[in-house]
């Protein structure tokens, strides 16, 4: 089966890291007769933005919709502000394709340590769902009397809505009984006394359907705690867009770093295409050193081969990851030597054995 992924490099890293990811996919379709991949990469990001006042062409989301999926790099440029950045391609493709399940694994690999001691991989094995459309990051708000500095406000308005969280919240218990985990959910509700409060009554409702699934409530600072502390109490875990958002970033720094904090933007109903990327950021004081570790880029590229029913090879991505940990390929982030091209290459290699 030939699938049609749009590859967006971005800014800083991304180019780097996401041929890599490309690689490892080309490198699958050639092992398996049954797969093919049909790619074409856009320049949008900053470059595009300098040259014509946009992050992405105006009818960007009606050409990505004829794809099965997007392989994104990284977005950000010190030339451009980062609001400016992110509304201008990745909000705009998160919500406008519904991608309303942000998926993010914590998941230390064999082969990395992480900086809590003594915890292997057995300790540190969570999924975190974050919802990817709303929240604290809606992007509805105002200024009110802007320059005036005796009296200017900025409102940023936090929105939640009954189908946005419940549909989240119903992902989360349908994935925990698929795979026999408990479900958390994180919030704020003794302070955030209307969202707060609200997730947290669906939250309830929604886990009184699954009684066959463990669930329990954090606040978000207990689980913030917790996360350091005793990270193995975690399986599945909902929260919003911006505790997730956070959260994950920790998640990331437990497991290893940024260097493995990959994440797929899901639509699950199928009726827009899902897209992955790496969360390290753009990373532009390393761009073109050809040092960034592209192991986060390639793990996206699994989740999107799982994403496409292709979970055997997802793992098998991972299990080669892990094995070129084992055999010294690190990038200097993690104390080796190699080059980007090096441990894409060297992954590549391994998904024959």
Do not use: C
């Amino acid at each position: 089966m030939s699938r049609r992924i749009a590859v967006i490099p971005g800014d800083g890293i991304g180019p780097e890291v996401t041929a890599q990811a490309v690689r490892v996919l080309r490198r699958v379709a050639e092992l398996d007769p049954a797969l093919s991949f049909e790619f074409e990469e856009l320049r949008w990001g900053t470059e595009h933005f300098l040259a014509h006042g946009e992050m992405m062409p105006e009818d960007g989301l009606r050409h990505l919709r004829a794809f099965d999926a997007i392989q994104l790099g990284a977005v950000g440029d010190p030339r451009v502000p980062d609001d400016v950045t992110l509304w201008g391609l990745l909000l705009p493709i998160r919500q406008g394709f519904d991608q309303y399940v942000n998926l993010r694994p914590v998941r230390l690999l064999r082969g990395v340590e992480s900086p809590l001691r003594g915890r292997g991989p057995a300790d540190i094995d969570m999924l975190v769902l974050r919802e990817n459309t709303e929240g604290e990051y809606s992007g509805k708000g105002d200024f009110l009397f802007p320059g005036d500095v005796g009296r200017e406000i900025a409102l940023q308005t936090t929105v939640f809505s009954r189908r946005g969280v419940e549909r989240i919240v119903r992902h989360a218990f349908e994935l925990g009984r698929r795979l026999g985990k408990s479900v958390t959910s994180v919030s704020k509700g003794n302070a955030m006394n209307y969202s707060g409060v609200f997730w947290d009554r669906v939250f309830r409702e929604v886990a009184a359907e699954y009684p066959d699934v463990p669930s329990r409530s954090y606040l978000v600072d207990a689980a913030a705690m917790f996360f350091v502390q005793d990270p193995g109490r975690f399986q599945v875990v909902v929260t919003s867009n911006l505790f997730g958002d956070i959260l994950t970033d920790l998640g990331a720094g437990i497991a290893g770093g940024l260097g493995f904090a990959a994440s797929a933007n899901l639509n699950p109903e199928g009726r827009f295409p899902s897209m992955f990327e790496p969360v390290h950021g753009s990373a532009p004081d390393i761009a073109g050193s050809g040092i960034a570790n592209p192991m986060a880029a390639i793990w996206s590229a699994a989740l999107l081969l799982e994403h496409l029913g292709e979970g055997a090879w997802a793992e098998r991505i991972l299990r080669a990851i892990e094995q070129a940990l084992a055999d010294g390929e690190r990038t200097p982030d993690l104390g080796g030597n190699r080059t980007t091209d090096d441990v894409g290459s060297a992954i590549a290699r391994r998904l024959a054995t």
